[in-house]
């Protein structure tokens, strides 16, 4: 039992990451065979990752027919961007009424050091995991787990779109990340405002460009 748990997450996570990478096609069928054989598992814990995946959205599978992954469309993709607007001020707001832990500051600090390497390195793939990891962070040590699982479905299905929107302009890299910086220096200096207020303009800033 303990090694079938183990392959059905491993098959969730590879396949997971070869959809936010753009290997496969939006609209593209695929079928388990081709799974199987991209894998190199057996169709019991493919099925049971397709089925996580559909759930949260990211495909659609019907068993013993097809997987077909789902493309957003972009008023969805505007409506999910207004929904994080929502919830992250709110989390930023919550932080910054706390008191961090140093395990936490070492955390996030970590995670803008990894930020700054790609995003010297132009590497925008390794970048918007690093971004998405900062969200995820703030929101996790916020510890309200509905959020934490609405952010982490939230960015399966946008890390495409996240992708586009760096490789669209080239700067906007370094502004996220100095967004990052200057929402986390707010957080720790008990500025809700501040942080609210930069939290907002970051995502606005990206759906923006998702439009243009």
Not at 53 to 64: C, I, K, R, S, W
Not at 71 to 81: F, K, T
Request: hydrophobic share 40%; aromatic share 8%; proline share 1%.
């Amino acid at each position: 039992m303990r090694m079938a748990a183990t392959l059905k997450e491993k098959a969730y996570l590879q396949l997971k990451q070869l959809i936010r990478e753009g290997k496969f096609q939006s609209g593209e069928t695929l079928t388990e065979r081709h799974l199987v054989e991209l894998l190199q598992m057996s169709r019991t814990p493919i099925r049971a990752a397709l089925e996580r995946l559909d759930a949260e959205g990211l495909v659609q599978y019907t068993p013993n027919k097809g997987i077909q992954l789902l493309e957003i469309s972009l008023q969805r993709a505007v409506d999910l961007y207004d929904f994080r607007m929502a919830i992250e001020t709110h989390i930023v707001r919550k932080l910054s009424a706390c008191i961090l832990t140093g395990e936490q500051i070492e955390r996030v600090q970590a995670n803008l050091d990894e930020q700054k390497f790609h995003m010297r390195k132009f590497d925008y793939e390794a970048f918007t995991r690093a971004d998405l990891e900062f969200h995820l962070l703030l929101a996790r040590f916020h510890e309200n787990l509905e959020m934490i699982h609405a952010i982490d479905r939230l960015q399966n299905q946008l890390f495409r779109i996240a992708l586009n929107v760096m490789r669209k302009d080239r700067n906007r890299m370094q502004v996220s990340y100095e967004d990052h910086v200057s929402v986390f220096e707010h957080i720790r200096n008990g500025n809700a405002a501040g942080a609210g207020e930069t939290m907002m303009r970051h995502l606005e800033f990206g759906k923006q460009i998702l439009v243009m």
